[in-house]
RNA sequence: GCGGGCGUGGUGGAACUGGUAGACACAAGGGACUUAAAAUCCCUCGGCCCUAGGCUGUACGGGUUCGAGUCCCGUCGCCCGCACCA
């Protein structure tokens, strides 16, 4: 075969079909062997594959073929995320169908993995707008509706009075509507939730059990549950509430800061708010305003706290003599508690800046630890942290978690119109989930509006509630809405005219169970229970972080719901989860400020000169800014497209580069230089293998003899063996690639000095095979031809994983680095097995230990068995 | 604003549970081969000091420890999420 240059886009070809004609990577339910659920995110068909995609596909890929190579039946899947908003803005923008822009994009998509050479089982492939697919997702709603999961309440809108539409959050921007520039109001609409709250409590304990996800998004969902134990006090009003009520539920974690109470706050939607607004002008302006803020937590929070006397006052449960005022504050959520507080600014930040605001009273009732009581107050900074209980009657010296529990005790004691004047709660910053959306694309919810019967669910056998497909969007709002037949159809239970529901499903729900529908994915019910139970839980799961909560907090409810409903049993479908990092890329910039524009890295030119890197515009040769590294977004033009890149250097250059160097959850950097290493590296191993099938042919060397250069090969081939083999096992792309760096170098040693006789060769060909077969997982490619050169008659893709003779691994002696005063001074070398005291009396007799030790004893002689030695003198 | 994370040479990063900081790679510089270029191979490569060698160094400032990139407190910078983006 000798040193023609490696044709990766030949080969690369050649083995995606014989791949494909031999149907390698098809799935079969009813195979004995241990099953491994292997599964990426599934993309959103946008248009076209982007870095960040290949990065997530080519690791899933590596595990997929690390564990098939392993010996399990493995499930790799894929599919489409393909409803969602950005099909109707093309629709608007472009005249075309979402429908059909989906479709082309997915095909697009589909040829763009296809010459990445995953190993994806396609025969189960779906797009989640598949009629086949939805359908399915109507009959599970209908199950969840039965089960009692599903319901119906209002829930605030953001509303654009020009377009007369309904806005997503990030469609509001600064207050107003993206496209019609109108100031955004709050509309209340009867929408569709699922119980997820009834759910609370167990998605927050078996975040215990999920021991193969990251620490950082358990900690995540916990917060984002948000479980805490309160109470509910009840204030009564000293002064009479317009609605009648006599008393003003709040809800507090914080009783023991009861004494530090210096007004009460109301939500602005909160229902005394809406009442006094009704004859006060100044409330209802204010409630107007903060309902332009827009319906996230994050304009709430951000906006400057404000608020309204109402006039209203509340006595202090304690002490009968105070007298509380009421405010309604805009930073009061009614969806959390009661939608009513009492504030203690002293140890609340938001309480704090209000009270600053409105000159309220600021009373210290909790004490640092160390500070003075008669010196001690609070000025910008509320006083969050622990210390004792102070100017709080008969709470006064008590700890935080004390005086809590003494509060609460009197309180539920106390009486106050005709009832205890606090509760015990315990209380979940969850939130059921809104599923409705106003939009054609997306699942129809499959329920009917008849005058008689009222909200009546679709009857099974009429399944699917199909979209229709003659559309139009030259007007906005909802197209459901205004087709003229669409909607009517006959009430399943009276048989009277009806009307369908118009709203459509949240994407998330589709997203909520696509990964059990992969195991049965031409089932006629949602699941075929035995091969979700026996496929399920994916044994690993790869995505972005930014789904660390909703997505998976969702699906790990779908799953409980569909366990309820009797689709699947099991409560976790997530076993593994790995999130990985985001793919950037270097900015460029024509122009300086508002007249500048972003170039794209396609249209430039980087040069070195005097050290500096300096970039111009290939046409024009004008000199552009390179600025920050930023991920690369269509906006800044800093993109890449992987089909370039494939089409230049082959699939498996891009998946090496992609794997190599950065660690997977880090985000990575694209460069071209990285892309030129690892392409280079593409062609060494070619020229290393076509190198060893020279020299060794002559030779019949089978004689796996153990000493000398054979011996130093074979325990290097092992040893990388057993590394690389961890280091896929964790995920540990980077490492395994340095370590097969490594390898080959010692590899090129020993093949350049020459192959000294047969053991020799025996240890080379051992090397050969085994770089080979740990480069399979990320360049398939490349391995299965370097596979094939090697001459052996299987492919590699269905070759098994060597095994790592743990005889060569054993190592006779251990070079302790030996440390004075914990700065390295020198090395010892010793038997491995050396007992402690061997070692102590080896290094006290090393020269340079000696001379600092001048003839004394060491203070201290700190030896740690196979790590280190460190002497303090 | 709240919750979560990250920060190591010119660059990407390595360093298992507190134990030799900078493995491996990229870039750069020097050399070999070549008519030349590409490719390939070899050498150097955190900073400072005069070498042997030493000092210093993991965003910044403190602390715990025989020993800190790793643990604790504070500061700065960047990133992700905040429930109708996917």
């Given amino acids: 075969m000798a040193t023609e240059r490696y044709n990766a886009r030949e080969v690369e070809a050649r083995w995606q079909k014989i791949w494909n004609d031999k149907d390698v990577f098809v799935t079969v339910n009813d195979d004995p062997r241990d099953k491994y659920y292997v599964l990426e995110m599934f993309p959103y068909p946008s248009g076209r594959i982007h870095m960040g995609h290949v990065r997530n596909y080519a690791m899933g890929d590596v595990v997929a073929r690390f564990k098939r190579a392993r010996g399990f039946n493995v499930l790799h899947p894929m599919g489409w995320d393909a409803f969602g908003m950005p099909a109707e803005n093309a629709a608007m923008q472009n005249k075309v169908h979402p429908k059909d822009w989906t479709y082309e994009n997915i095909a697009t998509m589909r040829d763009q993995l296809k010459i990445m ?15 086949g697919y939805y359908t399915q997702q109507q009959r599970l709603f209908l199950k969840f509706l039965e089960a009692g999961l599903v319901y119906r309440k209002n829930a605030k809108v953001n509303w654009d009075p020009v377009d007369m539409t309904v806005l997503a959050n990030e ?46 998004v358990r900690l995540m969902q916990k917060n984002w549950i948000g479980r805490s134990e309160g109470l509910r006090v009840r204030f009564e009003f000293a002064t009479p509430a317009p609605t009648g009520d006599k008393t003003l539920e709040i809800f507090t974690t914080r009783p023991d800061t009861l004494f530090g109470a210096s007004f009460m706050g109301l ?25 332009r803020v827009g319906t996230s937590e994050e304009a709430i929070e951000k906006a400057e706290k404000k608020g ?10 304690l002490d009968s003599s105070i007298e509380l005022p009421v405010y309604v504050a805009n930073f009061i959520l009614m969806d959390y508690g009661t939608g009513a507080i009492f504030a203690c600014p002293a140890h609340d930040q938001r309480d704090l800046d209000f009270a600053r605001k409105y000159d309220l009273p600021v009373r210290p009732v909790v004490l640092p630890k160390g500070a003075d009581a008669a010196a001690f107050s609070v000025d910008d900074e509320a006083f969050t942290d622990d210390g004792t209980i102070f100017n709080s009657d008969f709470l006064d010296g008590l700890s935080i978690a004390d005086a809590k529990e003494a509060v609460k005790k009197k309180l539920e004691d106390m009486n106050v119109d005709g009832a205890p004047q606090a509760e015990r709660q315990v209380n979940y910053r969850l939130r059921d989930w809104g599923i409705s ?9 499959p329920v009917i509006h008849c005058d008689d019967c009222g909200v009546v669910p679709e009857k099974d056998e009429n399944l699917p509630v199909e979209l229709p497909h003659d559309i139009n969007f030259d007007k906005p709002g909802n197209p459901l809405d ?19 529901e118009t709203d459509t499903m949240d994407t998330f729900v589709d997203s909520s169970w696509y990964f059990a529908r992969f195991t049965a994915p031409d089932c006629d019910q949602p699941t075929d229970p035995d091969a979700a139970n026996g496929w399920l839980p994916v044994d690993q799961y790869i995505g972005g972080i930014e789904h660390a909560i909703l997505h998976l907090l969702y699906s790990r409810f779908f799953t409980r719901a569909m366990q309820k409903v009797g689709a699947l049993d099991l409560q976790e479908p997530f076993k593994g989860l790995f999130t990985q990092g985001m793919v950037t890329h270097e900015t460029y910039r024509q122009g300086e400020g508002a007249n500048g524009r972003w170039v794209s890295p396609a249209e430039i030119r980087i040069e070195e000169v005097d050290g500096n890197r300096h970039a111009t515009l290939l046409d024009s040769g004008e000199e552009v800014t390179i600025g920050s590294i930023e991920k690369m977004s269509k906006s800044k ?12 250097y082959g699939a498996d250059t891009a998946r090496w580069f992609m794997l190599s160097d950065s660690p997977p959850e880090r985000d990575v950097i694209w460069t071209e230089d990285g892309v030129q290493g690892a392409w280079r590296f593409v062609q060494r191993v070619w020229r290393l293998i076509g190198e060893i099938t020279d020299k060794s042919e002559l030779r019949g060397g089978s004689a ?8 130093d090969l074979r325990r290097a081939s092992h040893k990388t063996l057993a590394a690389v083999s961890s280091d896929l096992e964790g995920l540990g792309f980077n490492r395994a690639v340095a370590r097969i760096y490594e390898f080959v170098n010692a590899i090129s040693k020993a093949v350049n000095d020459g192959i000294e006789d047969d053991a020799h060769e025996y240890a080379v060909r051992e090397a050969a095979n085994f770089l080979v077969q740990m480069i399979a997982p990320m360049m398939p490619h490349l391995a299965e031809e370097c596979w094939s050169a090697l001459g052996h008659d299987n492919i590699i893709s269905e070759a098994k994983w060597p095994s790592v003779d743990e005889a060569l691994l054993v190592e006779d002696s251990i070079t302790y680095p030996i440390q004075i005063n914990g700065k390295r001074r020198g090395e010892l070398e010793i038997a491995k097995d050396a007992s402690k005291e061997e070692v102590e009396a080896a290094t006290l007799a090393l020269d340079f230990v000696r001379k600092a030790l001048e003839g004394a004893q060491p203070k201290k002689l700190i030896v740690v068995p196979q790590r280190i030695v460190n002497v303090v003198v």
Wanted: net charge negative; with cysteine.
């Fill in 437 to 445: 959306r106003q939009r054609y694309w997306g699942c129809p919810i």
């Fill in 637 to 648: 033009k800093n993109t890449v497209d992987p089909t370039d890149i494939i089409d230049t």
């Fill in 267 to 291: 939500s602005p939607d909160h229902p005394i708010s809406v009442k006094l607004a009704e004859d006060n002008a100044e409330l209802k302006a204010f409630i107007d305003e903060c309902r």
């Fill in 171 to 216: 469609q509001v921007i600064d207050g107003r509507g993206w496209r019609s520039g109108a100031l955004v109001e709050q509309r209340e609409l009867t929408q569709w939730f699922f119980k997820i709250s009834d759910y609370s409590e167990d998605l927050l304990d078996a975040i215990e059990t999920l021991d193969r996800w990251p620490d950082k």
């Fill in 117 to 131: 050479g995953l190993s994806l089982d396609w025969s189960r492939e779906f797009a989640t707008c598949d009629v």
């Fill in 308 to 317: 309204i006397n109402t006039g209203l006052r509340v006595k202090h449960p």
């Fill in 704 to 711: 796996p003899e153990t000493d000398g250069k054979a011996l």
């Fill in 482 to 500: 205004r087709h003229p037949t669409w909607r009517d159809t006959t009430c399943p239970k009276c048989g009277k005219p009806a009307k369908r």
